[in-house]
């Protein structure tokens, strides 16, 4: 077999920094992020931009992969793939709400790998 991408470490965001991480997307691609998937709302979500106002950027307790970013209705959101199947969320993915005070700690602890070569 043929080794197409190694990893020779990772790089820590700096916490609740929401521009990095977003930067981080664009640049490297997909970025590890920890988020406070805790409530019922989260596990019933189906659509649209996800704001829980009883989340808990410091009570991060799920790790899923910021895959991207955008904006919809005038709300900013990254766009996040979870790891419970496409019956879940949006076919796999949700929308959480970027760029509000670190919402549901999606910038408390973010990470990407740094490939070898």
């Known amino acids: 077999s043929k080794v197409v991408c190694s990893v020779n470490g990772y790089k820590n965001i700096p916490y609740k920094d929401e521009v990095t991480q977003a930067q981080a997307v664009h640049d490297v691609g997909p970025v590890s992020v920890c988020i406070d998937a805790g409530h019922l709302s989260f596990q019933l979500y189906s659509s ?3 704001y829980e106002p009883n989340c808990n950027p ?7 992969l910021a895959v991207g970013y955008g904006t919809e209705g005038g709300s900013d959101y990254w766009l996040v793939k979870n790891s419970w199947g496409t019956g879940w ?12 005070d670190n919402h549901c700690g999606i910038a408390t602890q973010s990470c990407y790998p740094l490939h070898g070569h």
């Not at 969320?89 to 509000?100: E, L, M, P």
Request: charged share 25%; glycine share 14%; net charge positive.
């Open 48 to 50: 649209g931009v996800y």
């Open 58 to 64: 410091d009570a991060i307790n799920h790790a899923v």
């Open 89 to 100: 969320g949006d076919s796999g993915y949700i929308k959480v709400t970027r760029n509000k």
